[in-house]
T-cell receptor, first 110, second 113 residues
Framework: KNEVEQSPQNLTAQEGEFITINCSYSVGISALHWLQQHPGGGIVSLFMLSSGKKKHGRLIATINIQEKHSSLHITASHPRDSAVYICAVCEGGGADGLTFGKGTHLIIQP | DTGVSQDPRHKITKRGQNVTFRCDPISEHNRLYWYRQTLGQGPEFLTYFQNEAQLEKSRLLSDRFSAERPKGSFSTLEIQRTEQGDSAMYLC???????????FGSGTRLTVV
């Protein structure tokens, strides 16, 4: 079973700061997902990665397959970025379900 | 198509009662997943359907839990004889193929009192 660890668990930062959230996993995967969850529960998919780097607006996600590690970066952070960010991995090979980290609770203060 | 819909959004039930939740996936998505999330934790996989076939079940899915997707479209998750430990957010997600990722519903929050 894949062990997915995220750090930090909680992060409070000032508006405008550069944010980094880290994710490591223990078993090889077919894809890694970064998800955003707001209060109330709904989850939004931000990125799906199998290699390299992806960018969408102020969000950047990177993955290092050899080191089993991924990072999510937020540039020019804003209070509306406040949410729980969750890393999830898919092992593939017929096991289609995701294994999730516990999430990083991010608060951006104005 | 407005995405993945879950109903109800909230459910409060007395211990021992049965509850049923519904998930309507994106219409062209053949894969449907159920996850459970307790407070402060990440979601945990419960079960997975491809079309109407239930292909994978977690050991978290005790015999009080049953899920169906009778026509390969919407799915239901039933919990019989609810216990306080069943209190959680129940999330549904759907996918067309793994390369295109997943779309999540807003979840059903269950409180067992």
């Amino acid at each position: 079973k894949n062990e997915v660890e995220q750090s930090p668990q909680n992060l409070t930062a000032q508006e405008g700061e550069f944010i980094t959230i880290n994710c490591s996993y223990s078993v090889g995967i077919s894809a890694l997902h970064w998800l955003q969850q707001h209060p109330g529960g709904g989850i939004v998919s931000l990125f799906m990665l199998s290699s390299g780097k992806k960018k969408h607006g102020r969000l950047i996600a990177t993955i290092n397959i050899q080191e089993k590690h991924s990072s999510l970066h937020i540039t020019a952070s804003h209070p509306r970025d406040s949410a729980v960010y969750i890393c999830a991995v898919c092992e593939g090979g017929g096991a289609d379900g995701l294994t999730f980290g516990k999430g990083t609770h991010l608060i951006i203060q104005p | 198509d407005t995405g993945v819909s879950q109903d109800p959004r909230h459910k409060i039930t007395k211990r021992g009662q049965n509850v049923t939740f519904r998930c309507d996936p994106i219409s062209e998505h053949n894969r449907l997943y159920w996850y459970r999330q307790t407070l402060g934790q990440g979601p945990e996989f419960l079960t997975y359907f491809q079309n109407e076939a239930q292909l994978e079940k977690s050991r978290l899915l005790s015999d009080r839990f049953s899920a169906e997707r009778p026509k390969g479209s919407f799915s239901t998750l039933e919990i019989q004889r609810t216990e306080q430990g069943d209190s959680a957010m129940y999330l549904c997600a759907s996918s067309f193929n793994l390369k295109n990722g997943y779309t999540f519903g807003s979840g059903t929050r269950l409180t067992v009192v």
